[in-house]
C-alpha cells in the first residue's frame, strides 16, 4: 500500500436479511511519522515528495503550519487551480467513466497541460484573462451554459438545463439522477450528518482536538465537531447558495444535489475575483502548543499540525487531517447516504460508488458487494 491508502467499503447482508456495510479507510500514519525528526525544510520537501493528490493544497497546508516564507496570494491561487483542475477532473473522466458514458480525455489532457503550466509559473497576472477565458470556455463545452448562467440558476433552471442540455455533464447526471437512494432508515443508528459550517477554524475548536496529545492521532482518523461527524467539500463551501437551498428544500437527489454544489464552487472559482485575488484559502493559526494550518481544498477542509521541539529546530510532532477523513468516517455521511441503498436495490454496487464517487475520497476507493 502506498501513503495514501485506500478506502474499502464491503457490502453484505446479516443473517437476518439486513444490509451490512463496513467502510475501511486505510490509510496509514506513515506520511505524518516520516515528516517528525526533520528540520522545517525538509519536511515541506517531503510533503512535496509524498503527496501527490492535491499536492498543491498539502503543500500550502505544510507551509502554513511551518511557518515558512510565503507568497498568500500566489499560494492560495495555486491551490485554487489545483481545485479547478481537479473538479474538470471527475466531472469530464470520472463520472462518464463510472457511468459507462466513454470520457473527454483528449479535451480534458489539453486543459490539463495548460493548468500545469500556468501552476508552474511564478504569477498568473499576465496571463490572467487568458487563463479565465480558457477555462470559461471548457466549463461552457462541458456543461452547455457559462459560469456565470450557472451561477445564477435556481431550481427550475437547473431542472429544465438538466433535462434539455446535451453537453457531458447534464447527460452524466442524467444517469445519476436515475440512481435512486431511499429515505434515511429510522432508529439504525444513521442520524442526519451536518456540514463543516463556514466559518473561521479557530473558531470551531479542531485546532484544540488536534493538538490534543490524548485524542489528537485519533481525531485525525475520526474527525468530529460537538462530537459529531461533519460533511466538507464543495457542498459545505456552497450552503448558504440559493439554488443549494432550494434543491435540499425539494429533498433533491443526495448525488444531484452534491454535483450541482461541485458546479457551482467550480464556475465561483473561474473568475477574476476569484482566481487574482483569493481570500479566505488558506491560513494559520498560532497555538500554545504548535501551530496550525488549514486550506479549503477541493475536497474540503485539510488541516496540518505542527509542533517543533525545544530548539525550535525540529519538528517533534506531525498530525495532518484530510477531507477524506470527514467523509468517510465511520458514522459520516458515505455511511449514512450508503445505509439507505437496502440489499434488494437493483443497482446496489453502482448506488454505492455514485455515492463515493459524488463524496470524491481522495484516495482509491473499492467497493465489494458480499455475497
Not at 195 to 205: A, D, I, N, S
Not at 255 to 282: E, N, V, W
Request: overall charge negative; aromatic content about 6%; proline content about 6%.
Amino acid at each position: 500500500m502506498g501513503f495514501e491508502g485506500k478506502v474499502c467499503i464491503d457490502a453484505g447482508q446479516d443473517g437476518r436479511g439486513g444490509a451490512t456495510l463496513k467502510v475501511d479507510l486505510q490509510r496509514p500514519q506513515l506520511a505524518q511519522r516520516l515528516l517528525a525528526g526533520v528540520e522545517p525544510s525538509q519536511a515541506l520537501s517531503r510533503v512535496e515528495q509524498v503527496f501527490v493528490v492535491c499536492r498543491q493544497s498539502q503543500r500550502a497546508a505544510a507551509m502554513e503550519a511551518l511557518g515558512l516564507p510565503r507568497d498568500p496570494r500566489l499560494l492560495q491561487q495555486k491551490v485554487l487551480l489545483e481545485s479547478i483542475e481537479q473538479l474538470l477532473w471527475r466531472l469530464s473522466i470520472d463520472l462518464p467513466h463510472s457511468l459507462a458514458l466513454g470520457a473527454g480525455m483528449e479535451p480534458f489532457a489539453v486543459i490539463r497541460r495548460y493548468i500545469s503550466q500556468q501552476l508552474a509559473a511564478e504569477s498568473l497576472d499576465a496571463h490572467g484573462d487568458e487563463l479565465i477565458q480558457t477555462l470559461e470556455g471548457f466549463f461552457a463545452s462541458l456543461s452547455g451554459v457559462s459560469c456565470s448562467e450557472f451561477l445564477a440558476f435556481d431550481r427550475a433552471q437547473f431542472e429544465s438545463w438538466l433535462e434539455i442540455y446535451n453537453g457531458l455533464v447534464p447527460l452524466c447526471l442524467r444517469q445519476v439522477a436515475r440512481v435512486s437512494i431511499a429515505p434515511a432508515p429510522e432508529g439504525r443508528g444513521h442520524g442526519p450528518v451536518g456540514l463543516l459550517p463556514k466559518q473561521p477554524v479557530e473558531t470551531l475548536g479542531l485546532d484544540q482536538q488536534l493538538a490534543d496529545p490524548d485524542i489528537g492521532e485519533k481525531f485525525c482518523q475520526q474527525p468530529s465537531l460537538d462530537q459529531q461527524p461533519r460533511e466538507t467539500g464543495p457542498l459545505a463551501y456552497m450552503q448558504s447558495w440559493p439554488l443549494i437551498k432550494q434543491l435540499q428544500q425539494a429533498s433533491a437527489s443526495p448525488l444531484l444535489l452534491r454535483y450541482a454544489a461541485k458546479l457551482l464552487y467550480l464556475a465561483s472559482l473561474i473568475s477574476r475575483d476569484a482566481l487574482l485575488q483569493p481570500q479566505g484559502i488558506c491560513g494559520s493559526v498560532a497555538l500554545d502548543e504548535g501551530r496550525l494550518g488549514w486550506v479549503n481544498s477541493v475536497r474540503g477542509l485539510l488541516l496540518h499540525w505542527v509542533k517543533l521541539d525545544a530548539s525550535e529546530t525540529e519538528i517533534a510532532e506531525y498530525r495532518i487531517c484530510a477531507p477524506t477523513e470527514w467523509n468517510f468516517h465511520p458514522q459520516g455521511q458515505f455511511s449514512r447516504l450508503a445505509s439507505q441503498v437496502g440489499i434488494d436495490h437493483p443497482q446496489r454496487k453502482l448506488a454505492l460508488e455514485q455515492i463515493a464517487l459524488a463524496l470524491d475520497p481522495c484516495v482509491p476507493f473499492e467497493v465489494r458487494i458480499q455475497a
